[in-house]
């Protein structure tokens, strides 16, 4: 299947800081990608969708001036979680599709945790 | 608003056992129904599902699609302690892509 990488897979930063999250199709080319929010024990929740070349689509409730997503290439979106506080923990994980047709493709999650 | 619910929420079972993992939606515009398994990070991939009535298979598990009833089904048959994790369904919308997914069936199989 298609690979999703996602980076770093583990991050500990301190409140009030900027944390940026990678996710990157290695075989295929996503004009979309989609970011998660897990809490423990939890379902995933999305947060929004990353579209190569414009504004990403955000889910009511999604601050998006927290959490700014930027999709540059059709390889590579990003999510950067601004001025960190503790409630900003939790495991994010991005998804690219390969096209219309097929499954979502899940990057290996990010733990975040802000001190 | 689309709604996926699964159940049950919680499942242990012994080494052996067949298990069955139910998931019903609500969706305004059905593309696909789609099951995954995710232990420790990131879901993998189990099933797509679009038709109804048309078994998907691989290995122990199975799964089956009901677009008149809004429902699936996961079945594993001769459950392996491997098998344990959560099994999460999710619905795509035909226009947004987007999967909506649901809260999971923590499954834990004991030796």
């Known amino acids: 299947g298609a690979v999703v990488s996602q980076h770093p897979s583990r991050v500990i930063c301190k409140s009030g800081t900027s944390v940026k999250i990678e996710c990157r199709s290695l075989?295929?080319?996503?004009?979309?990608m989609f970011w998660y929010r897990q809490f423990p024990k939890k379902s995933l929740m999305l947060m929004a969708t990353?579209?190569?070349?414009?504004?990403?689509?955000?889910e009511q409730g999604v601050e998006k001036d927290k959490f700014l997503i930027n999709h540059a290439s059709l390889t590579l979106s990003t999510l950067t979680v601004t001025s960190a506080h503790p409630e900003d923990s939790s495991f994010y994980i991005c998804?690219?599709?390969?096209?219309?047709?097929?499954?979502?493709?899940f990057g290996q999650g990010t733990r975040l945790t802000v001190v | 608003e689309d709604k996926v619910v699964q159940s049950p929420l919680s499942l242990v079972v012994h080494e052996g056992d067949t298990v069955t993992l139910n998931c019903s939606y609500e969706?305004?515009?059905?593309?696909?129904l789609l099951w995954y398994k995710q232990e420790k990070k990131a879901p993998t991939f189990l099933f797509m599902l679009?038709?109804?009535?048309i078994e998907k298979k691989s290995g122990r598990l199975s799964s089956i699609l009901d677009k008149k009833e809004l429902f699936s089904i996961l079945n594993i048959t001769a459950t392996q302690t491997g098998d344990s994790a959560v099994y999460l369904c999710?619905?795509?919308?035909?226009?947004?892509?987007?999967?909506?997914f649901g809260q999971g069936t923590r499954l834990t199989i004991n030796p």
């Open positions: 998804s690219a599709k390969m096209n219309l047709n097929t499954e979502a493709f």
């Open positions: 075989d295929f080319q996503a004009t979309t």
């Open positions: 990353s579209n190569e070349g414009s504004k990403a689509t955000y």
């Open positions: 969706v305004t515009n059905f593309r696909s």
């Open positions: 679009t038709s109804s009535g």
């Open positions: 999710a619905v795509e919308d035909q226009g947004a892509q987007k999967l909506v």
